[in-house]
């Protein structure tokens, strides 16, 4: 088992800056890549932003690209998303996830909200 566990949420105004960490414990080695999921109130949970563990490849989605950054820190098993020029629209709790294959998230952790006001 691998257990997340988020933090960093909160209210933010449009143009701001948030920074999400998840941190990972229990059975870390198994974990092949990590991501940053997505729910906003009334939506489908979407996909934000993932990295691999070991090579530390990363994908965005594309609302996402080029204002959203993931990064993980290996030695506190970590990852990280920065988050800026933060939109309305980008509202919604945000979950860590992880996944010991290449496909399947196994774990989830609890989400933390990020509310961007207008």
């Known amino acids: 088992q691998v257990q997340l566990v988020e933090s960093g949420g909160g209210l933010v105004q449009a143009g701001g800056s948030l920074r999400l960490s998840c941190a990972a414990s229990?059975?870390?080695?198994?974990?092949?890549?990590m991501a940053w999921f997505r729910q906003a109130p009334g939506k489908a949970r979407e996909f934000v932003a993932r990295?691999?563990?070991?090579?530390?490849?990363?994908n965005y989605a594309d609302s996402v690209q080029g204002r959203f950054s993931i990064s993980r820190d290996n030695a506190k098993n970590t990852v990280y998303l920065q988050m800026n020029s933060l939109k309305p629209e980008d509202t919604a709790v945000y979950y860590c996830?992880?996944?010991?294959?290449?496909?399947?998230?196994?774990?989830w952790g609890q989400g933390t909200q990020v509310t961007v006001s207008s």
């Open positions: 996830a992880a996944a010991q294959g290449q496909y399947v998230y196994d774990f």
């Open positions: 229990g059975r870390t080695a198994s974990v092949y890549r």
């Open positions: 990295i691999t563990w070991r090579s530390g490849s990363t």
